[in-house]
């Protein structure tokens, strides 16, 4: 039996892994925090459905020896290193945590598999907002990083660290350039997930409004359960390499909102101009959209597309879920909430 390491196996991306790797007959071993166990109703939500066929080990990515303790006793065949700090707005009010958890906390990881575990496989999960100001479009894997956050940077940093060790260890580690990745499991904290939340809300309740700040930004959102099995079948090459993942098409924020208040049953429309804009549904006349100036980032990332055709000719991966699936399973999901 093979058996797997997840560090952030209570996220979105985690919870996905740890069901699929267990389908494939893995013994999958996760690393949580203590916070984490001692609330387990809200963090360990993602995983409660599983967690009896799990083996979770307390600990964190910022202690080192903690790590090398995990590697030494598991000795995984794979390791997914997912946990990080991954809200870009936080990265801007705290870039210093941003920074200790994310840099620090890759390079703990590989040394500590380096040290008592070298033969074991590595996936670092690396991100779209690595491409930041995009200086080609659509990305891939040869597109020059122009990292627009601290949370960017820290994902450039994580990705050389992981070329690094791949190239003077000769540990198999490789990085997923994934694009942005939803679902029902995804945190309220993020733009999708905020506006199928609220919407199902409105649309239930007749109360609230949904504040936003930048709608033009553009992204290309494609569904988590399809992601992570891109992280898998990249663990299973006989060579470690780096692959974009994404669906090939990007839509804007007000787009997302307009797709999510149809299958919400409502009639949007938009109204004024700038920061004034709002948007109002036909059908009751009430105002259900309004744009809030501090939700607008220092420096924003206009446009993400992704051109994952490596993945899709070596790796046989590709999306079963675009756009259209994926709002109306997120805001169907939360019309039963
Ligand atoms: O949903 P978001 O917060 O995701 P963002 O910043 O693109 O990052 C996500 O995807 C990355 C991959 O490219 C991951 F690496 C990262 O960890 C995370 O998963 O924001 C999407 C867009 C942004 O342009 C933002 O300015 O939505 C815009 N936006 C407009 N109003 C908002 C809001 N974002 C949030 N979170 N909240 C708003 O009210």
């Known amino acids: 039996?093979?058996?797997?390491?997840?560090?952030?196996?209570?996220?979105?991306?985690?919870?996905?892994?740890?069901?699929?790797?267990?389908?494939?007959?893995?013994?999958?071993?996760?690393?949580?925090?203590?916070?984490?166990?001692?609330?387990?109703?809200?963090?360990?939500?993602?995983?409660?459905?599983?967690?009896?066929?799990?083996?979770?080990?307390?600990?964190?990515?910022?202690?080192?020896?903690?790590?090398?303790?995990?590697?030494?006793?598991?000795?995984?065949?794979e390791c997914y290193h997912l946990a990080a700090q991954s809200f870009l707005h936080e990265s801007f009010e705290d870039s210093h945590t941003t920074f200790d958890t994310?840099?620090?906390?890759?390079?703990?990881?590989?040394?500590?598999?380096?040290r008592k575990s070298p033969d074991t496989r590595f996936f670092f999960a690396g991100s779209s907002e690595m491409f930041g100001k995009v200086e080609e479009t659509p990305q891939t894997e040869e597109t020059k990083f122009h990292p627009r956050s601290p949370y960017g940077i820290t994902k450039v940093t994580g990705f050389e660290i992981t070329r690094n060790f791949r190239e003077a260890y000769n540990i198999f580690a490789c990085s997923g350039i994934f694009f942005n990745h939803e679902?029902?499991?995804?945190?309220?904290e993020f733009v999708t997930r905020k506006i199928t939340s609220n919407l199902a809300k409105i649309s239930c309740t007749g109360e609230g409004v949904l504040k936003l700040g930048n709608l033009e930004a553009q992204?290309?959102?494609?569904?988590?359960?399809?992601?992570?099995?891109?992280?898998?079948?990249?663990?299973?090459?006989?060579?470690?390499?780096?692959?974009?993942?994404?669906?090939?098409?990007?839509?804007?924020?007000?787009?997302?909102?307009?797709?999510?208040?149809?299958?919400?049953?409502?009639?949007?429309?938009?109204?004024?101009?700038?920061?004034?804009e709002c948007g109002i549904d036909r059908t009751t006349e009430r105002k259900v959209v309004e744009i809030d100036p501090k939700l607008f980032r220092p420096s924003e990332v206009n446009l993400l597309l992704g051109n994952a055709s490596?993945?899709?000719r070596e790796l046989g991966w590709k999306p079963r879920v675009y756009f259209d699936g994926l709002v109306s399973m997120m805001v169907e999901s939360d019309l039963r909430k």
């Open 102 to 114: 994310n840099i620090t906390g890759v390079l703990n990881t590989l040394t500590a598999l380096k």
């Open 219 to 276: 992204r290309d959102w494609g569904f988590a359960g399809d992601y992570v099995d891109a992280m898998w079948k990249m663990l299973q090459r006989s060579e470690p390499e780096d692959y974009v993942v994404a669906t090939g098409e990007s839509h804007t924020v007000r787009e997302f909102v307009e797709s999510a208040a149809r299958h919400a049953g409502m009639d949007l429309y938009w109204d004024g101009e700038g920061i004034n």
């Open 183 to 188: 679902s029902p499991r995804r945190g309220y």
């Open 1 to 77: 039996m093979k058996k797997a390491l997840i560090t952030g196996i209570t996220g979105q991306d985690g919870s996905y892994l740890a069901e699929q790797l267990l389908d494939r007959d893995y013994e999958v071993h996760g690393l949580v925090r203590r916070v984490t166990l001692e609330d387990p109703t809200h963090r360990l939500r993602r995983i409660r459905h599983i967690q009896k066929d799990l083996r979770l080990h307390l600990g964190t990515i910022e202690s080192y020896a903690r790590l090398l303790d995990i590697f030494e006793d598991v000795k995984p065949d």
């Open 310 to 312: 490596k993945a899709r």
